[in-house]
């Protein structure tokens, strides 16, 4: 009880400072939580972009429709066990199909050229997945393939982007942190001078070094527990709101996974952890040793 006592003793004498202590220690704590779901969220994104493409191959239009079963199983053979999540052929019908449902005069025109059709309206393996890097290459060396075309550079731009944004956010947390760590041992070290005249006269009364010491950390504790409690109930609300505004901004966002029900409860221990380390950080680099060598 006597532990606790001196460890309130900083919210007694100075609360304003202790209370926005907190309060930036929240702040902070919830940027530091946001910026780590942002870079965390959009590695699947980034996996996406990366990995994830659609290949066009192009039939010969010499191939007749009954060698196409063939050009399909030596499709299948070279794609082998990726992971294949469309698979489809799309004959000339189906082609001339989708090009009337875009350009209808355009598919009147071909339509009329009759048997000849087959030689202009293109016929065509589509294939989704992730692939290798050189899976574009082996199906344009697959016999009755004259050409194959991929997504795969489609979002180069903005993959860079996005890799961009994730290796900024991560530069953010690490510095939002050591700020966090720096404000906490500074509180610290200001918290220990409040205490300066008790220290003095526990150790008049015999108390050891560990006893006089602990109060201070727990001062810091405190501080980082009720900011991690700020950051916690600031999460709940504000933060899922921000989310669902940033998931909502393209469809490629939209594939970030919510905010975790946890986290708040992760960002109190954090608050926690980080008081600690500073409060130990403080004690150990914090104000000289005047108070014992006090007679």
Same mark, same amino acid.
């Given at each position: 009880? $006597? ?42 994104? $980034? ?8 290949? %066009? ?16 199983? @030596?499709?299948? %053979? ?33 339509? +009329? ?35 194959? +075309? *991929? ?36 509180? *610290?070290? %200001? ?16 108390? *050891? ?26 999460? @709940?609300?504000?933060?899922?709101? $921000? ?53």
């Amino acid at each position: 009880m $006597l532990l606790l006592k001196l460890a309130i003793r900083p919210w007694k004498l100075s609360p304003w400072s202790q209370i926005f202590s907190a309060l930036a220690v929240g702040i902070l704590l919830l940027l530091v939580g946001f910026l780590f779901w942002v870079q965390e969220g959009l590695r699947p994104v $980034l996996m996406r972009l990366r990995y994830e493409q659609v290949i %066009t191959a192009f039939i010969d239009p010499s191939v007749e429709a009954q060698d196409e079963s063939q050009i399909i199983d @030596s499709i299948r %053979t070279t794609l082998g066990s990726q992971a294949v999540s469309e698979f489809n052929l799309v004959n000339t019908q189906q082609s001339l199909e989708k090009i009337k449902s875009r350009y209808p005069e355009l598919g009147r025109e071909l339509e +009329d050229l009759g048997a000849e059709k087959s030689q202009v309206v293109p016929r065509y393996v589509s294939i989704s997945g992730f692939f290798s890097d050189t899976t574009l290459d082996v199906i344009r060396k697959t016999q009755g393939i004259e050409s194959a +075309d *991929s997504s795969k550079d489609r979002f180069k731009n903005i993959l860079s982007a996005f890799s961009a944004l994730r290796f900024v956010s991560r530069l953010l947390v690490i510095g939002l942190c050591v700020a966090l760590l720096t404000g906490l041992i500074h509180l *610290s070290r %200001t918290n220990a001078l409040v205490h300066e005249d008790v220290v003095s006269l526990l150790r008049l009364w015999g108390a *050891s070094d560990p006893f006089v010491r602990f109060p201070l950390l727990i001062s810091a504790v405190l501080v980082g527990i009720i900011g991690g409690m700020v950051a916690a109930i600031s999460w @709940s609300t504000v933060g899922v709101r $921000l989310s669902n505004h940033i998931r909502v901004l393209s469809p490629l966002l939209n594939e970030m996974p919510p905010l975790s029900g946890y986290f708040p409860v992760v960002l109190v221990w954090m608050g926690a952890l980080l008081g600690m380390l500073a409060g130990i950080l403080a004690l150990i680099f914090g104000p000289s040793k005047a108070s014992s060598r006090r007679p």
